[in-house]
């Protein structure tokens, strides 16, 4: 698509990459704004927390920050077990073992690389299921198409915080015998009919990236409800360790760092002034943007707790200009925009020539993985800068 709109509107052409081109004017934002800025939340706290450690010279193996988070995380989602870990990846990795997943497991193509990766890096074969155009999640009827019979499980990722038809998949599983989890890297603080996710499926996993709503610079967990599960895994990120010199299973090193911990902790306390900023730069966005042609902000379920850590905004039907030409015109403008999770997994390696007709059956992903927009929010964003942001959008569409 061309550029004729804005063009032909030369009173509201003065922030827009347009006019970079045309005069060389600066961009709108002099520093750069990102998608994923990482919140910083209590720093005396955390600096307390971090001469703790230095004084008990505990810095890592279980440490008593790792055990005083996991019990904040259960407490915080009423789940029984969080077992942290080093990364969401790993998280992931390691849950799907425990869970004995073997042969194909489902999973969707529209998500971060990392999920399928675990599979894969596991010998396990990811089939990618389409999904809800309406929440990016999975499609129910999707997955029951994709079940063979070398299917094991599925994994439901709760997509931007949107729960990932937890019912339904849940019925499918139990139909066919299959397992359950969820990939629930962007979901801390996140709800479904009351209940915090965390609670779903037989196990959940976290991410605690610095990109994400709580962060501990790098780290993740997978928290469930089964004893036996959480016992194997504790064992599985630990080598497979019982006690010093007892090595009862195999296992890696998946263990979350003290300083993490202490990270994770201080964040904690003033999570939800974080998710407080989230969405109120999600509801200014939303008002924002209404009304432009082909343009539409995600919106969350009002009735649940959301953490409103990504404003996805899709671009396509009759909006005017393409998602890349809007891309480019934030970019020329120092705001970062992203395009995640385009262009799917499935057309990344080595799934593009592992399964290189699976577009095909992936219509649904196809169409929203190219009509995606990710905006900056978090607390590094007031709602003036929120406001300069959709303005600029407004006018790069031509209203
Ligand atoms: N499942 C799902 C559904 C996920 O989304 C993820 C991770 C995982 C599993 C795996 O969990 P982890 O193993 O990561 O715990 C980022 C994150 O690295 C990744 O954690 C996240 N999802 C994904 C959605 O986003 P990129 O490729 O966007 O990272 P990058 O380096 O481009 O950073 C994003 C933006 O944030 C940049 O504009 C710069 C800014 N930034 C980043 C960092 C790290 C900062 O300003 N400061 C920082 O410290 O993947």
């Not at 008990?56 to 193996?61: D, T």
């Not at 969707?108 to 894969?120: G, K, V």
């Amino acid at each position: 698509m061309g550029l004729p709109t804005v063009i032909s509107q030369p009173a509201k052409r003065i922030e827009t990459s347009r006019d970079l081109a045309i005069n060389g004017a600066a961009p709108a934002f002099e520093q750069p704004l990102h998608v994923g800025r990482p919140n910083i939340g209590a720093r005396d706290a955390f600096l307390k927390y971090v001469d703790g450690i230095f004084d008990r010279r505990w810095l890592s193996n279980n440490g008593p920050l790792v055990q005083e988070f996991e019990h904040r995380i259960e407490e915080h989602l009423g789940v029984k077990h969080c077992v942290a870990m080093c990364n969401g990846t790993v998280a992931l990795e390691i849950a799907i073992r425990a869970l004995g997943l073997e042969g194909e497991v489902i999973v969707p193509s529209y998500t971060f690389i990392a999920t399928a990766h675990a599979l894969h890096w596991q010998a396990i074969t990811p089939v990618f299921a389409d999904i809800d155009p309406a929440t990016h999640t999975l499609d129910p009827e999707a997955v029951r198409r994709m079940i063979t019979p070398r299917t094991t499980g599925i994994i439901g990722v709760h997509l931007w915080g949107h729960p990932a038809g937890v019912e339904e998949l849940q019925a499918i599983a139990g139909e066919h015998g299959l397992r359950l989890m969820f990939d629930a890297a962007h979901a801390f603080g996140c709800s479904y009919k009351g209940r915090m996710l965390g609670n779903f499926g037989e196990c959940e996993v976290l991410s605690f990236h610095a990109t994400k709503v709580l962060n501990t610079f790098e780290g993740g967990a997978v928290v469930t409800n089964n004893d036996a599960l959480a016992a194997a895994m504790r064992l599985m990120r630990n080598f497979g360790f019982a006690d010093m010199d007892r090595v009862i299973h195999p296992g890696t090193n998946g263990k979350m760092i003290e300083i993490a911990a202490a990270m994770g902790l201080a964040n904690l306390d003033v999570v939800a002034d974080m998710i407080e900023a989230n969405r109120r730069n999600h509801q200014t966005y939303t008002e924002a943007l209404s009304g432009l042609p082909g343009i539409r902000v995600l919106g969350f379920d009002e009735a649940e707790l959301s953490n409103y850590h990504y404003v996805v905004m899709e671009a396509g039907g009759d909006c005017p200009v393409s998602r890349d030409e809007i891309i480019r015109c934030l970019h020329a403008e120092n705001i970062l925009a992203r395009r995640y999770f385009w262009p799917g997994c499935h057309r990344m390696q080595p799934y593009r020539d592992l399964f290189p007709h699976a577009g095909l059956l992936l219509p649904n992903t196809e169409k929203v993985a190219a009509s995606v927009v990710v905006l900056p929010t978090g607390t590094t964003m007031d709602t003036e800068m929120v406001q300069r942001v959709a303005s600029i959008i407004r006018v790069t569409v031509g209203q």
